[in-house]
C-alpha cells in the first residue's frame, strides 16, 4: 500500500509541472482548442459513462476466472485484451472530435480562427488524449484492489500503464483521422474501430501472398500493438516499443493534418496535390518503418523490475572482469532466423544479451551470431558442435505444424569449450551464457564425482539430465563403491539412492564420507523416477531385485542383500540424524488451482508463505532466494537430540502436514516382470494431521577437520529430467529444482560465483490474501475428515469388541465339547468376519461420499472466496468516476435551477 501510495503522490507532485510545462510551451490557440474540446467532453453524462464502462471492462478482464486460476497478484489478464478493449474505447472518444463540427458547420468557423491548422489538429489531439488519460488514470483503482489481494510488483505495474498510455495515444491519432473523414460520429466510431483493428490484429496476417513470396516469420508481429505492449508488461521500457507508437501516432496525425488541409486545395489541383501529398505519406511512412528497423537490431530499455532481472547483474560484470586478456572468448550463437512465436522473446533477448557482453568484454569476448536455415552448411555446422534442432509444435496459418528450430550457443577458448545445445522460454538466460562464459575462462574445471547405485544416473542407457547439467561446468566422472573412493579426487560426490548398495559399497561409502569431503545425497521412501505408476519395486525397504530379471526363476540366483536392509543406518549415525525410509510425507498446501483434485497430496509444493516462512531457508545459500520447490512422495529427516553436529533444515513442509506410514500407503506384492517382491500403492491412504512441520532436506555439517559435511534429500524425484526439460517449454510452472540441486553442489564444491545469479527471476507474486481465507477452509475440510475417519474406526472397534465378546462366550459355554466349540468358533469367526468386511466396504463408500460431499462443499467456499473478491474488484473501481459524474450532473442541474427565471418556474 505504501508504495502504490508513493505512486499516486508522485503523480500528484508532478502534474502541477505538467500544467506549467503547458502553459509554457504550448500556443494559446491550441490551449484554446485543447481547453474547449476536453470542457465539451465532460459537460455531459455521456463522457463519465464512457469511463465507467471502461472501468468495468477493464475490471472484468483484469480479475477474470484465469486471474483466480493462476493466482499471480498481476495485469497479465488486462495485458492480454488491452488491444481489443482500445478497439471500443478509442473510437468512443475520438468519434466526435472532427464529425460533430462538420455536422453542426462549426468546423468553418474553427478554421476561421487566427490560428494554424496544425494548432487545431494539436489542440483536438491533446484534447482526447487528455480524456483518455483521465479514463486510464479512473482505472488504477484496480490496483487498490489487486494490493489488497497480494503484493505485486510496482514497477511492472507502472511500466505497464506506460504501455497501456502510449499504446492509447498511438490509436487515438487514428481514431482522429476517421473522424475527420465524415461528418457522422456513428460512422467514425465504425471507422475508428475499422482502422485501429489493423494494428492490433496485423500479427495474424499470413505471411506469404498468394503463393509469391514469404515475408520474415516475425514481419507482422513486430507491427503488432500487442507485440510492442509485452515488453512493457514485463517491466521494462524498450526503446523500440516506444518508437513504435510515437511513430505510429506521428504517421496518422501527418495524414489527419493531410485531410484538414485539403480545403486549401483548389479544385483543378485536387489530383495533382493528392498524388503529391501520397508521395509524402509514403516518404514518412518509410523513413519512420526505416527507423523502427534501426532500433530493433539495438536493445536499449529501461528496467524496473524490483530485481533488475533484465539488466546484466554484477555477477556477469565481475565474470567479464576478470578475464584473461591474452584468452579471449569467442562465443557463437546459432539461431533460426525465424523462430515460432513462443521463441521471439526468447531471440530477442539472447541476441541483445550477446551484444551487451561484446560491448562490455571489448577485446575478450568475440561474438558471432549464426543465422541457421534447416539443411544448411550453417546447420551442418551446428551439429558438429552438437547442436541438433528442436521440434517445436506451432500454430501457422490457423494449423498445427512442427518446426526445427535451433537456439544453441558454443563457447571456445584456448582453455576449454562449453556447448549449450538448446535454450527455451524456461531458461535462465543469463544465468546459462555468464556460467559458461566463466567455465571456459578458467584453466582448470572443479570435478564431481557420480556414484554408482541402482539409480543409474549415470552410465546406465542413458545419463540422466543432472549429469549432462553439471557437465556444463564441472568435469564428471563415474565412481565405483566397490572400491575405496579416492578422498582427493573429487570436489563434491554426488550419490543417488545410496540405500541400494551392498554392505561392502555401503563400507566404502561411509569411510569417503568420514574423510570429511562434500558429498550430497539424494534418497527416497518412494522413488517415482524408478518405478511405474502405482507400483513401487526399487523402494529402500524392499529387496533388491533378482539378478536376470524374469529369467531369474531360472537362474535360482537370490538377491544381494542391501546394506542396513535400506535404512542407511550407518549413514545416519554418521549424520547423528534419522530418516523415514518406509514412509511418506504429505502436505494439503497447493498454489495451482488450476491443477484441482488432479495432483495428490503427497506432491509437496514448497514456497514460503505466512505460516511457514521459512519452508525454503532463508538462511542457507542453498535455498535462499528461491520461490517454490516440487517434490514427490518425499520421506522426513529428523536431527538427534544428542546431535554435535551443524543441522540445518533446507526444505520444510507446512503446518497442515503429515506421514503416511509403509503399511497404510499399500500392500505387499510380487512383481513377474523382475521377480521379485514390489507394492502397490494404495491411492485412498488416510490422510491425519500432526502438530509438526517435517524437513525434507537438510544440510549437516561438523566444525572439525574429519566430520561429515552433507546435504541430505529425502526424494529423488526432485532432480528427475522433467524440472530440466520443463525449462526448455514456454510455461507458467517454474519451479526452482534444478536452481537447487545445482545451488547444493555450487555450495558444497566452494564455487559459489553463480548462487545469485541462478536465483535472478521474477518473483512469484501471489494472492496471499485469497489464499490466507483458502487455508482456513482447507483446514476445516482436514478436521471434519478426520472426524469421519474417528467415527468409522470407532464403530468397526465396537464390532471388533462384540465379537470378542461372543467368541469368549462360545469358549466359556461347558456344554459344547471341544470339536464343536472349535467348529463354533470357525463359524462365528467366518460369519464376523464377513459381516465386518461387508461392514467396511459399506462405511468405506459412505466415508468416501462423505469426504466427497465436504470437498465439494470446501470448493464452493473457496469459489464463494474469490467471487467475493471478484465482486470488489468489478464494483469498488468505477466508484470514483460514478461518484464525480454524478456530482457533475448535479451540479449542473442545481445551476441550471438557480438560472432559471423564477416568474418562468412551472412551480408558481
Not at 148 to 160: F, Q, R, V
Not at 476 to 497: F, G, T
Not at 524 to 529: E, F, I, Q
Not at 775 to 794: G, H, I, N, S
Request: net charge negative.
Amino acid at each position: 500500500m505504501r508504495t502504490l501510495m508513493t505512486i499516486l503522490v508522485l503523480i500528484a507532485a508532478l502534474a502541477p509541472l505538467a500544467f506549467a510545462l503547458y502553459r509554457t510551451v504550448v500556443s494559446p490557440a491550441v490551449r484554446a482548442v485543447f481547453l474547449r474540446n476536453v470542457k465539451s467532453y465532460f459537460s455531459g453524462v455521456l463522457g463519465y459513462l464512457f469511463i465507467v464502462v471502461f472501468v468495468v471492462a477493464a475490471s472484468l478482464l483484469a480479475f477474470n476466472q484465469q486471474f483466480f486460476s493462476n493466482n499471480l497478484a498481476s495485469l497479465d489478464q488486462l495485458s492480454a485484451a488491452f488491444p481489443i478493449l482500445l478497439l471500443f474505447l478509442v473510437p468512443a472518444i475520438t468519434m466526435a472530435a472532427w464529425s460533430d463540427e462538420r455536422k453542426l458547420g462549426t468546423d468553418e468557423l474553427l478554421f476561421t480562427l487566427p490560428a494554424r491548422d496544425l494548432d487545431i489538429l494539436i489542440g483536438k489531439y491533446l484534447a482526447v488524449v487528455a480524456v483518455y488519460t483521465i479514463a486510464l488514470a479512473f482505472s488504477i483503482t484496480n490496483l487498490y484492489v489487486l494490493e489488497k489481494m497480494g503484493n505485486p510488483d510496482w514497477g511492472p505495474i507502472a511500466t505497464t500503464y506506460l504501455g497501456y498510455w502510449l499504446a492509447g495515444v498511438a490509436l487515438l491519432a487514428a481514431g482522429l483521422l476517421t473522424s475527420a473523414l465524415t461528418s457522422s460520429a456513428t460512422v467514425a466510431f465504425v471507422l475508428g474501430a475499422v482502422v485501429c483493428a489493423i494494428p492490433v490484429f496485423i500479427d495474424r496476417m499470413p505471411r506469404t501472398f498468394f503463393g509469391l513470396f514469404d515475408l520474415p516469420r516475425d514481419f507482422f508481429a513486430q507491427l503488432s500493438v500487442g507485440e510492442q505492449l509485452r515488453d512493457f508488461t514485463l517491466g521494462m521500457v524498450p526503446l523500440t516499443g516506444v518508437l513504435y507508437f510515437v511513430s505510429f501516432a506521428s504517421f496518422m496525425l501527418y495524414l489527419n493534418y493531410v485531410v484538414i488541409r485539403k480545403r486549401h486545395w483548389a479544385g483543378s489541383e485536387q489530383t495533382q496535390m493528392g498524388l503529391q501529398y501520397a508521395v509524402r505519406a509514403l516518404s514518412v511512412a518509410a523513413a519512420l518503418m526505416g527507423l523502427n528497423m534501426l532500433a530493433q537490431g539495438g536493445s536499449a530499455r529501461a528496467d524496473l523490475t524490483n530485481d533488475d532481472i533484465y539488466s546484466l547483474s554484477p555477477t556477469t560484470r565481475k565474470v567479464i572482469a576478470d578475464m584473461d586478456q591474452n584468452r579471449p572468448v569467442t562465443i557463437q550463437a546459432f539461431v533460426s532466423p525465424e523462430v515460432p512465436r513462443e521463441f521471439v522473446a526468447l531471440r530477442k533477448q539472447l541476441t541483445g544479451l550477446l551484444r551487451q557482453y561484446d560491448e562490455i568484454g571489448g577485446a575478450k569476448i568475440d561474438v558471432r551470431l549464426v543465422d541457421v536455415e534447416p539443411f544448411s552448411e550453417r546447420a551442418d555446422e551446428a551439429k558438429a558442435f552438437g547442436i541438433e534442432p528442436r521440434q517445436v509444435m506451432t500454430e501457422r496459418d490457423g494449423r498445427q505444424i512442427r518446426e526445427d528450430v535451433f537456439m544453441g550457443v558454443v563457447f571456445t577458448s584456448s582453455y576449454d569449450e562449453v556447448v549449450i545445445p538448446s535454450l527455451g522460454p524456461g531458461s535462465l538466460l543469463e544465468y546459462e551464457l555468464t556460467r559458461s562464459l566463466g567455465t571456459v575462462s578458467k584453466a582448470e574445471r572443479l570435478t564431481i564425482g557420480v556414484l554408482q547405485t541402482d539409480a543409474n544416473v549415470i552410465g546406465g542407457q542413458s545419463d540422466w539430465e543432472i549429469v549432462r547439467e553439471l557437465r556444463l561446468q564441472y568435469e564428471v566422472e563415474s565412481v565405483s563403491p566397490a572400491s575405496p573412493i579416492d578422498e582427493k579426487k573429487y570436489d563434491v560426490l554426488l550419490a543417488v539412492m545410496p540405500s541400494s548398495l551392498t554392505q561392502e559399497e555401503m563400507d566404502n561409502f561411509i569411510a569417503y564420507v568420514e574423510t570429511g569431503r562434500p558429498v550430497l545425497v539424494f534418497d527416497d521412501p518412494y522413488p517415482m523416477t524408478l518405478n511405474s505408476p502405482g507400483r513401487i519395486s526399487n523402494a529402500p525397504r524392499l529387496p533388491k531385485p533378482s539378478p536376470g530379471g524374469m529369467m531369474a526363476q531360472f537362474n535360482r540366483q537370490p538377491p544381494v542383500p542391501k546394506a542396513d536392509d535400506g535404512r542407511l543406518t550407518s549413514l545416519m549415525r554418521l549424520l547423528q540424524m534419522t530418516w523415514t525410509h518406509d514412509a511418506i510425507v504429505w502436505d494439503d498446501y497447493n498454489p495451482h488451482p488450476e491443477f484441482g483434485d488432479l495432483v495428490p497430496r503427497e506432491y509437496l509444493f514448497v514456497r514460503n508463505r505466512p505460516e511457514n516462512v521459512a519452508s525454503l531457508n532463508p538462511k542457507s545459500e542453498i535455498t535462499s532466494g528461491l520461490q517454490e520447490v516440487l517434490l514427490a512422495y518425499a520421506g522426513e529427516v529428523r536431527r538427534r537430540g544428542n546431535s554435535e553436529l551443524d543441522y540445518t533444515p533446507l526444505i520444510v513442509t507446512g503446518p497442515l502436514s503429515g506421514i503416511i506410514p509403509w503399511e497404510e500407503f499399500g500392500e505387499q506384492s510380487f512383481n513377474p516382470m523382475t521377480f521379485s517382491p514390489d507394492f502397490i500403492v494404495n491411492r485412498s491412504p488416510t490422510y491425519a494431521v500432526d502438530t509438526a512441520v517435517h524437513a525434507v532436506a537438510a544440510h549437516v555439517k561438523g566444525d572439525k577437520k574429519g566430520e561429515p559435511n552433507v546435504v541430505f534429500v529425502a526424494d529423488i524425484d526432485i532432480i528427475t529430467d522433467w524440472f530440466f526439460q520443463q525449462r526448455l517449454q514456454n510455461t507458467t510452472l517454474a519451479f526452482d529444482n534444478v536452481t537447487f540441486v545445482l545451488n547444493a553442489v555450487d555450495a558444497l564444491a566452494g564455487d559459489e560465483a553463480y548462487l545469485e545469479l541462478r536465483k535472478r527471476r521474477a518473483k512469484q507474486r501471489t494472492l496471499e490474501e485469497v489464499e490466507k481465507q483458502t487455508a482456513v477452509f482447507l483446514a476445516q475440510l482436514r478436521e471434519r475428515e478426520e472426524k469421519v475417519d474417528e467415527t468409522l474406526e470407532k464403530e468397526l472397534e465396537q464390532r471388533r469388541k462384540g465379537f470378542e465378546e461372543a467368541r469368549k462366550e462360545i469358549e466359556q459355554d461347558t456344554s459344547l465339547s471341544g470339536r464343536a466349540r472349535q467348529e463354533r468358533l470357525e463359524m462365528a469367526l467366518q460369519n464376523e468376519q464377513l459381516r465386518l468386511e461387508v461392514f467396511r466396504q459399506e462405511q468405506e463408500k459412505e466415508l468416501e461420499r462423505e469426504k466427497k460431499k465436504l470437498k465439494d462443499q470446501t470448493q464452493r467456499q473457496v469459489r464463494e472466496t474469490e467471487h467475493r473478491w471478484w465482486w470488489r474488484g468489478v464494483i469498488l473501481p468505477p466508484l470514483p468516476a460514478i461518484i464525480l459524474g454524478l456530482s457533475v450532473l448535479l451540479t449542473r442541474i442545481l445551476r441550471e435551477r438557480r438560472e432559471i427565471d423564477p416568474d418562468r418556474s412551472i412551480s408558481r
